[in-house]
């Protein structure tokens, strides 16, 4: 019970696998970290960031949290910002969020939750913003999964809006900043068309200069 054997059984297998296909890999790997990509994604157990892409350990940063928020109090959220864009110099930053999200689905409920209400205010506001256009859809389902490509969509801002980003963009270094959605039920990503790449993309407001 308390060693969970099965885990470093399969651990094992997977790492004899892997070094079957490339026998330096995990030599390789523990040289260095240079990851192109940073991958802001929800902590549910069915979005595994390197799986659904296919991509092996070591091609991407990630950092999960539940309903894939990026809060400006968060200073777990803003370091791994901060690394990925300032050490590591990553290219991208990937939101990614799903459908049927827990998270989203517990801030469309007006039910007390415990601790967790707290986080999911910053859903709420999400909700609030775009109250109108969730209102013109037609039935529950389909506004909830509004609400999760619109919480995507704003998350990205709030990306934009961080000092670290907006700091990477004044020196002329190359980093997009894009929103994407993925299906729990068939497994495919949809990109919502999002793609900020510089200050001029984002309002003044948010503007530093």
Known sequence: M????????????????????DPDFFLNLSKQQNPEYLWIGCSDSRVPANQIVDMLPGEIFVHRNIANIVAHTD????SVIQYAVEVLKVKHIIVCGHYGC??????????EHGLIDNWLQNIKDVHRFHKAKIDMVEGETEKIDLLCE??????VANVCHTTIVQGAWKTGQELAVHGWIYSVENGILKDLNICITNSNEIPDTHKIK
């Open 150 to 155: 619109l919480n995507v969509i704003e998350q």
């Open 102 to 111: 827990g998270g989203i689905q517990a801030a469309w409920e007006n039910k």
């Open 2 to 21: 308390r060693v969970l054997k099965k885990f470093f059984d399969q651990n094992k297998k997977w790492a004899e696998k892997v070094k079957e296909s």
């Open 75 to 78: 200073l777990n959220c803003l």
